[in-house]
């Protein structure tokens, strides 16, 4: 079972910038793609990013491509969303996830972080 913890949320001004990040322990890093969702109140869980397990590919939900780059570095188990131009609908709670394969879809995906929230001011 892979552990996951986010850090990076915060506050921002309309046109901003943050980078998440995601600590990851226990399990074979390296051999798992990864993802990235959120989650806004009264909404259903987005996806935003997935990246397969040697960072070689990535994918973007449409809301966000364009704005946001996922990164990872398996010589140090974490995983990177770099946001920029934030918008106040990009406020939420970013989770970090694990997944046997490459997906775009959370059922997809076995490990979950607890959270970091986003918040956006316009």
């Known amino acids: 079972q892979v552990h996951l913890v986010e850090s990076g949320g915060g506050l921002v001004q309309a046109g901003g910038s943050l980078r998440l990040s995601c600590a990851a322990s226990g399990g074979s890093f390296s051999s798992y793609a990864m993802g990235w969702f959120r989650q806004a109140p009264g909404k259903e869980r987005e996806f935003v990013a997935a990246i397969t397990s040697s960072g070689g590919s990535t994918g973007y939900g449409d809301s966000v491509k364009g704005r946001f780059t996922m990164s990872r570095d398996n010589s140090k188990n974490m995983v990177y969303l770099q946001m920029n131009s934030l918008e106040p609908e990009d406020t939420a709670v970013y989770y970090c996830?694990?997944?046997?394969?490459?997906?775009?879809?959370?059922?997809?995906?076995?490990?979950w972080g607890q959270g970091t929230q986003v918040t956006v001011s316009s």
């Open positions: 996830a694990v997944s046997p394969d490459f997906s775009r879809r959370k059922e997809r995906y076995d490990s």
